[in-house]
């Protein structure tokens, strides 16, 4: 089996947190100067373990290893949120890399070998994983040609240009050439951390269900409309609000969240009944069955709040992803690995945040490890793990790779 050098994969993991260092954590969004270091640092990486390296025409990163074969793919992003965590993304980047560089020094793996892949924008800067679509051909020109900074930086394409990547082609993989594909990732929550537990491998990625639900009321003037003919959108949608609160537990799974991200009141003022209110809504679970559920009972609470009034309400969907259920074999190396190496502090969990992993998984069969995050924080710059669990996740992940390959 090869192994994992938990140092190197360590002292890495902080060479990359010097590239947009912000406070304790990172400032890398896509296609910033930053961001573009980070993608070189990659490459110069890869370079020196023997693959062919290069960024393409959306930037994503890949890293070709020699050999005929069998091969793995693994990987992650690296850029990040803005003002940030140094791990979000680039632990499963550096895991990767931990591993094609073990399988290359393992006399016994020659031939074979561990591509290695950063997908541009996972974290959404543009839109929704649009690295991990257009590597494996599912992402439209189209929509790079309407994609805008959610920051205000400009347009995709203009920031494209500006990296030197608009005359690049657009790499796809070729699913014969992999045998699995590897994802690794802090667990952004605190079920490891709350277990006492080191190494979560994930069954499934959940799916993403996103609401937006509008209210119609009255607009009028807020100190002489008495209570009882008032039509106050804001008011029945705090009702539904409550409502969602108090009834999808009787629904909803032992996994499930679901949340109220954002909403609006109009016109907004002080002294003014808000004639229209709008609510951004969302649901996550792993179960279709659930999922169905929690749909089909918000839409009954949808309907209710529009026929009795006062005010009329409308549910429309934002988007509704599939869950993405991991590879048994894959996934497998995985469970092996922990036994091996964490064999009281493992757990088989779900992954409660969307994952390039969800994108592969329908084109090569995938599995995804996490190590714990402390306090459960993360999209911000105090995320953090220890040291200890980052290097014992390098040695799960190696050696489950290497599981793999020596199949």
Not at 88 to 94: E, K, R, S
Not at 126 to 138: D, Q, R, T
Not at 226 to 252: C, H, N, Y
């Amino acid at each position: 089996m090869a192994k994992a050098n938990g140092a190197r994969a360590l002292a890495d993991l902080k060479a990359l947190r010097e590239i947009g260092s912000y406070k304790t954590g990172v400032h890398r969004p896509t296609l910033s100067a930053d961001d573009m270091t980070a993608r070189e640092w990659l490459c110069d990486k890869l370079r020196a373990t023997g693959h062919e390296a290069e960024i393409d025409g959306i930037a994503n990163v890949f890293g070709r290893a020699p050999g005929n074969g069998p091969h793995v793919l693994a990987g992650s992003h690296i850029e990040s949120q803005n003002h940030a965590g140094w791990l979000d993304g680039a632990l499963g980047v550096v895991y990767a890399l931990e591993a094609a560089r073990a399988v290359a020094e393992d006399p016994a793996l020659a031939g074979k070998g561990v591509d290695v892949v950063a997908f541009a924008d996972e974290e959404g800067h543009f839109g929704s994983f649009f690295g991990s679509m257009s590597c494996v051909g599912e992402l439209e020109d189209s929509r790079i040609n309407q994609a805008q900074d959610r920051s205000g930086r400009g347009s995709l394409r203009e920031l494209l240009a500006a990296a030197g990547l608009a005359d690049r082609p657009r790499l796809q993989i070729d699913p014969s050439r992999y045998i699995g594909f590897y994802e690794a990732h802090i667990e952004q929550g605190d079920r490891l951390e709350q277990a006492g537990q080191q190494i979560g491998v994930v069954t499934s990625i959940v799916a993403i269900w996103q609401y937006k639900i509008l209210f119609e009321g009255e607009q009028n003037h807020a100190g002489t409309t008495t209570m009882t003919s008032r039509k106050d959108a804001g008011r029945a949608m705090m009702e539904l609000w409550r409502t969602i609160e108090d009834q999808f537990p009787e629904v909803a799974g032992p996994d499930s969240v679901w949340t109220v991200g954002s909403t609006t009141l109009e016109p907004g003022g002080p002294s003014i009944i808000p004639g229209r209110a709008e609510m951004w809504f969302q649901l996550r679970d792993a179960d279709q069955a659930i999922l169905d559920a929690m749909h089909a009972r918000l839409e009954a609470l949808v309907a209710e709040v529009d026929a009795w009034g006062p005010c009329s309400a409308q549910l429309v969907v934002m988007g509704q992803s599939t869950p993405a259920v991991m590879d048994d074999k894959v996934r497998q190396t995985l469970v092996d690995a922990a036994k091996a190496l964490a064999p009281d502090t493992y757990r088989i969990m779900p992954s409660g945040a969307g994952h390039d992993a969800q994108v592969i998984q329908p084109h090569v069969p995938s599995a995804m490890m996490f190590v714990p995050s402390i306090g459960g924080i993360s999209h911000h710059w105090s995320e953090n793990t220890s040291d200890e669990d980052i290097i014992l996740g390098a040695e799960v992940y190696v050696d489950a790779v290497s599981r793999l390959v020596s199949q």
